[in-house]
Nanobody, 124 residues
Framework: QVQLVESGGGLVQAGGSLRLSCAASGRTPNLYDMGWFRQAPGKEREFVAAIAWSDARTAYADSGKGRFTISRNNAKNTVSVYLQMNSLKPEDTAVYYC???????????????WGQGTQVTVSS
């Protein structure tokens, strides 16, 4: 199992930047593929970005391409995953969740493990 704790959310003006962090701990978190999802009020949770543990390949939702960058820092017992968000828009306002799964395909759609979420609010 892996435990996930997000940080770094907050209030930012449109056009600004935020960097979200996720600390993953537990049994071999370095072997999990990691991702970010978000959920805006009244909307379903949606995929934002993912990164594989094996080769660091990444995937992004169209909404974040060119503006968001996912990265990770691997260690055997603690993994940090980051989401750098630039040129933020009001429509990026949501609760952002860190996620993990042992299968890359699953981390893109239905990961097994979730963090508690961190609020990102972008004002116009």
């Amino acid at each position: 199992q892996v435990q996930l704790v997000e940080s770094g959310g907050g209030l930012v003006q449109a056009g600004g930047s935020l960097r979200l962090s996720c600390a993953a701990s537990g049994r071999t978190p370095n072997l999990y593929d990691m991702g970010w999802f978000r959920q805006a009020p009244g909307k379903e949770r949606e995929f934002v970005a993912a990164i594989a543990w094996s080769d660091a390949r990444t995937a992004y939702a169209d909404s974040g391409k060119g503006r968001f960058t996912i990265s990770r820092n691997n260690a055997k017992n603690t993994v940090s995953v980051y989401l750098q968000m630039n040129s933020l828009k009001p429509e990026d306002t949501a609760v952002y969740y860190c996620a993990a799964d042992s299968q890359y395909a699953d981390v893109l759609a239905s990961p097994d493990y979730w963090g508690q979420g961190t609020q990102v609010t972008v004002s116009s």
